[in-house]
């Protein structure tokens, strides 16, 4: 389905006019068939009247960024878009199957104030397809990464309507179809990341293993996610401009056990960080010492200076000393 644009269909001013002008003029004539008792003057008169007003139902109000989708008797026709006064076939047909479709999304969302019902029936009558950039934030997903375990994640996409012909006919409802592939492709996407680097993981399926994560790639994985979504919301004449990662965080069921092992981790590291700079301490020690001669220390006073050292550099509490007036020996 190709999208046919329409133009040359600005003079809705000049067709509301004219109507207006048919209908005066059919009214006075009526009066003055009436007066000069014209038979063939009144038929005239009374027809034009009926039928003067017809043209007005093609009368067509866009504002800017918005478009609507035209069909004659079940033919499409072509694409009105752009703000202005439109006058077109009084017979044709606006359609927009997700003209009632509500989902969490900028534009689409309800009011706070419950609608009367004149505001629904207008809603309902409104087909008009907008074209401007708008935002889906589906609900949170819990997906499995790559090494089983379950994560939370959300999504926000921007996105906005390229070809109105084919979001209204080759889809059954544009907007939902856009959310469900949206949900379809984080999952695919997420399922091939882990959490946090983990080794002997190829996120880029080049067969070499890589440090590519969903906490620490999230440009990336963001980019993915939108190459997915567009690729499978082609064919409904949507854009995805955007996408982003708007939550991401383990399932509540492992998020303790994860956050000890978190813990684990830094104290590990923490650690090796310490031993690294009390061994580092004490060969400077023992080098300082044996370059000014000050003492003359055995192998076996070495390992006790080197262990007494270590605990006091390596210990979680600040040391007491204990001060020995006696002999070394």
Request: net charge negative.
């Amino acid at each position: 389905m190709q999208e046919i644009i329409l133009k040359n269909k600005k003079h809705g001013m000049r067709t509301l006019l004219l109507c207006l002008l048919l209908e005066v003029l059919s009214i006075v004539g009526i009066v003055l068939a009436s007066t000069w008792e014209m038979v063939a003057l009144l038929i005239a008169s009374f027809v034009v009247m009926c039928v003067a007003w017809i043209p007005l139902c093609g009368l067509r109000v866009l504002k800017p960024q918005e478009a609507l989708v035209l069909t004659l008797f079940g033919k499409y026709v072509g694409t009105i878009k752009g703000e202005g006064f439109y006058a077109v076939n009084p017979f044709c047909v606006a359609i927009n199957p997700a003209a009632k479709t509500k989902l969490n999304q900028s534009g689409d969302v309800d009011k706070a104030a419950p609608l009367s019902a004149t505001e629904m029936k207008m809603a309902m009558m409104d087909k008009k397809i907008s074209l401007k950039i708008m935002t889906l934030n589906n609900n949170r997903q819990k997906i499995n990464d790559c090494l089983g375990n379950p994560v939370e994640i959300g999504i926000a996409v921007t996105w906005k309507v390229v070809d109105t012909a084919k979001a209204v006919f080759n889809v059954d409802n544009f907007k939902e179809y856009l959310s469900l592939q949206c949900d379809s492709a984080l999952r695919n996407i997420v399922r091939i990341y882990p959490y946090d680097v983990a080794p002997g993981v190829d996120t880029t399926g080049d067969g070499v293993d890589d440090d590519g994560s969903l906490r620490g790639s999230s440009e990336i994985v963001a980019s993915r996610i939108r190459d997915e979504i567009q690729m499978r919301v082609e064919e409904a004449g949507i854009e995805i401009v955007e996408a982003r990662i708007t939550y991401l965080a383990y399932a509540p069921e492992i998020a303790a056990v994860m956050l000890q092992r978190q813990q684990a981790s830094a104290i590990i590291d923490a650690r090796k960080m310490i031993v690294d700079g009390a061994v580092g301490m004490v060969e400077m020690a023992l080098e300082k010492l044996n370059e000014n001669k000050m003492v003359q220390l055995d192998e076996e006073r070495k390992a006790a200076m080197v262990s007494n050292l270590l605990v006091v550099l390596c210990g979680n509490h600040d040391a007491q000393p204990i001060v020995n007036t006696g002999s070394l020996y």
